[in-house]
């Protein structure tokens, strides 16, 4: 069965509950609507076409230990290439780190498409919006 | 890290130390070169170790010698996985090893593992992160989002298993429905219980899904708001909506998922169907970044007291005028899709006998449900 980024129902979050249009009409979000949505959209199809085929094969196979050294299930690898190429690892960290500084509202919605298409890969950015945080604010203080 | 080439961890947890970091033993002695030398064991670290990457970098919290006892002696150490030269080329393997796997009930695809710091000498190179002993001010940020991001889980998961229990229920046919015919079996979903299910996991998600985005919303004001009084009102809501967002989503996300496992029937009990998945999947997420125990000690102990009570006391009118809001705002919406679904029900559902909508009005006095939405935040 193929999963299908609900990008509607995100859209419909983000303007009733989240306030978008709001966000961008006060400029604390600098991103417009159709861009938002694009970029949804865009996740949405990385979700589906190259982290869900892999979420049965990942649960079946797992991460093993081999010779002192973690080896993932077959496809990982090469979707965390593809993810990072694609640049999905930057979403929303600051521009001066090398990121495209995208709102919150935005990556959460990411977010979800991840790790919905698949949990086990999804893991591995768990905490990075934290540590993107962190790198301006605490660190540097 | 934020090209993605390198990944990060959080090692908190020890074997005697989980939800109670003040435990914690893991140690770090200062060198005359500025950096340190960690030494201990971390577990239940995920993605502590792979081959994605070219680096990983562990941020470990640790213990110095002269560190006061409790959670005041904490300090954070940015460890990475492959020493990192002056050039910024990379040089020598650092001293942390995964020495084991965790076998887990779900989430197989992701390593989860015993790291140990410094078994081969007098310990891996560490660097200071923030100041000695205030290690847990800087934890709590990323823990912040963290919670957040495993809120925003519960959501996909729950999401993931409604479609998959919707594509099924769509499929699938057993029995006779109410506006079946005789001798066809009915689509399941055309059964009343289905559908009721179904309706159950589809707003259960969309509650969840507008609470973390309410709660992101609230982290871009706090960054980004148009003044001081703004942003840091805005925070203090985030602060207040964090814990409820990561309980509320990722209980529901166990619930949702467990009633996408019912609705495939026997057939949602066999791996295959990849029901059975998403339920073992989602079991973990109301235990990690703090137990949804945690997350109620956290809002009734942190959150509801933060500005003397204002910041809570604010936010529920606030929430109550939306609902107002929302029956006026959207009739064409949502007001008209309740309706619908309503009818859509009703339509399904089989009609009772004259005479059994008739009963003598109850004697007792109906009692609290035991368990409730406010008993759930609560915890």
């Known amino acids: 069965m193929t999963y299908r980024a609900p990008v509607d129902d995100i859209m419909f979050a983000l303007k009733t509950a989240a306030g978008l249009d709001d966000l961008i009409a006060t400029g604390t979000v600098s991103v417009d609507e159709e861009t938002i949505r694009a970029v949804i959209e865009e996740a949405g199809r990385f979700g589906s076409e190259v982290l869900a085929p892999l979420n049965a094969t990942g649960d079946k196979a797992g991460a093993r230990l081999v010779d002192g050294k973690v080896e993932m299930p077959d496809g990982f690898k090469a979707a965390y290439q593809a993810f990072a190429e694609a640049g999905w690892a930057s979403l929303s960290a600051a521009e001066e780190i090398g990121g495209q500084a995208l709102p919150d509202v935005v990556s959460v919605a990411a977010a979800e498409i991840w790790n919905a298409s698949n949990l086990g890969f999804g893991l591995c950015l768990a905490a990075d919006a934290g540590r993107h945080r962190c790198r301006l604010g605490a660190w540097q203080r | ?379």
């Open chain 2, 1 to 379: 890290m934020a090209a993605g080439t390198w990944t990060g961890t959080m090692n908190l947890t020890e074997p005697h130390a989980g939800s109670d970091l003040g435990q914690l033993r893991s140690k770090a002695v200062r060198q005359g070169d500025g950096t340190y030398r960690i030494t201990g064991t971390k577990i239940f670290i995920t993605y502590g170790d792979h081959e994605m990457t070219e680096n990983i970098i562990h941020l470990v919290l640790a213990r110095l010698p002269d560190a006061p006892p409790g959670t005041r002696g904490i300090s954070l150490f940015l460890v990475p996985k492959v020493l990192v030269n002056a050039d910024g080329s990379l040089g020598e393997r650092n001293d942390v090893v995964c020495a084991s796997l965790e076998h887990k009930l779900g989430i197989h695809a992701s390593p989860t593992c015993v790291m140990k710091f410094g078994e081969g000498g007098e310990g891996a190179v560490g660097y200071l992160v923030g100041e000695e002993n205030r290690g847990l001010n800087v934890m709590f940020i990323m823990m912040n989002a963290a919670r957040l991001g495993v809120g925003v889980q519960g959501v996909a998961i729950a999401d993931r298993a409604t479609q998959r229990a919707i594509a099924y229920a769509q499929e699938r046919r057993q029995g006779r429905s109410a506006k079946g015919s005789a001798g066809e079996m009915s689509l399941i979903i055309e059964h009343a219980d289905v559908r009721r299910n179904i309706m159950t996991m589809t707003s259960l998600t969309q509650a969840a899904r507008a609470i973390c985005l309410v709660t992101a919303r609230e982290l871009d004001i706090a960054r980004h708001g148009l003044d001081t009084t703004q942003r840091q009102a805005a925070a203090h809501r985030a602060a207040l909506l964090t814990p409820v967002a990561k309980a509320f989503s990722t209980d529901i996300g166990v619930e949702v998922a467990s009633i996408g496992v019912q609705i495939h029937g026997g057939m949602g009990f066999i791996e295959e169907t990849g029901a059975a998945q998403h339920y073992r999947d989602a079991r973990i997420l109301p235990i990690y970044e703090g137990t949804n125990g945690i997350q109620a000690i956290d809002l009734l102990t942190r959150k509801l007291p933060l500005e003397g009570g204002r910041v809570v006391e604010t936010y529920i009118p606030r929430t109550r005028a939306n609902c107002r809001g929302a029956a006026h705002v959207q009739p064409a919406g949502v007001r008209a899709h309740g309706r619908a679904a309503g009818r859509e029900l009703w339509r399904h559902s089989p009609k009772p006998r004259a005479g059994l909508g008739k009963r003598s009005p109850p004697t007792r006095k109906p009692r609290l449900p035991a368990r409730n939405p406010i008993c759930d935040f609560s915890g």
